[in-house]
T-cell receptor, first 114, second 114 residues
Framework: DAGVIQSPRHEVTEMGQEVTLRCKPI?????LFWYRQTMMRGLELLIY????????DSGMPEDRFSAKMPNASFSTLKIQPSEPRDSAVYFC????????????FGQGTRLTVV | KQEVTQIPAALSVPEGENLVLNCSFT??????LQWFRQDPGKGLTSLLL?????REQTSGRLNASLDKSSGRSTLYIAASQPGDSATYLC?????????????FGTGTRLQVTL
């Protein structure tokens, strides 16, 4: 398996533009997580899905952020409109579900909003 | 709210030394604890996962211990090598819910010098 695949790897956009980050989890994994990493706050969980259903989105910073998982092999994280403070590395991770199983992370998307 | 702390924040050791990284967490009601490695500009690689019922896990030169009641874990690296240079993160999952909702520490940046 190629692991968790995220695209794009880097994104530079202007303030106010819409940004869409993509993630393909490991085949067979039924839990998917979106994390954000910044120097100030470290790694924070934004939202996670179990069997394509959003379970906990309490980490989503505000209504400008939305995430979807239309099927077991694809998820998106959308920011609209983007702001400079959204600049961070966004990671997607997947696992077999249940706390017994380790999470596997993608390479991340480095987002810069200017 | 769970808080995870890692000490030291940064560490530099000469090649060949054994070293210990520390992780503490405020809420002992965890299901598991996971140690990750992050290389600059890269994603996270899972190193070891310790279930709450376990005391330690070993993988090659790495040994992780867990004292759940005192809220502490250590990662021991034997005979360090320059290739071990990276940021090491610990993360805990709660003893509730159905998925690995990880709370991360701030990380220890390790440099192993020749």
């Amino acid at each position: 398996d190629a692991g968790v695949i995220q695209s794009p790897r880097h994104e530079v956009t202007e303030m106010g533009q819409e940004v869409t980050l993509r993630c393909k989890p490991i085949s067979g994994h039924n839990s998917l997580f979106w994390y954000r990493q910044t120097m100030m706050r470290g790694l924070e969980l934004l939202i996670y899905f179990n069997n394509n259903v959003p379970i906990d989105d309490s980490g989503m910073p505000e209504d400008r952020f939305s995430a979807k998982m239309p099927n077991a092999s694809f998820s998106t994280l959308k920011i609209q409109p983007s702001e400079p403070r959204d600049s961070a590395v966004y990671f997607c991770a997947s696992s077999l579900g249940g706390p017994r199983f380790e999470a596997f992370f993608g390479q991340g998307t480095r987002l810069t909003v200017v | 709210k769970q808080e995870v702390t890692q000490i030291p924040a940064a560490l530099s050791v000469p090649e060949g030394e054994n070293l210990v990284l520390n992780c503490s967490f405020t809420d002992s009601a965890i299901y598991n604890l996971q140690w990750f490695r992050q290389d600059p500009g890269k994603g996270l690689t899972s190193l070891l996962l310790i279930q709450s019922s376990q005391r330690e896990q070993t993988s090659g030169r790495l040994n992780a211990s867990l004292d759940k009641s005192s809220g502490r874990s250590t990662l021991y690296i034997a005979a360090s090598q320059p290739g071990d240079s990276a940021t090491y993160l610990c993360a805990v999952s709660p003893n509730t819910g159905t998925a690995s909702k990880l709370t991360f520490g701030t990380g220890t940046r390790l440099q192993v010098t020749l």
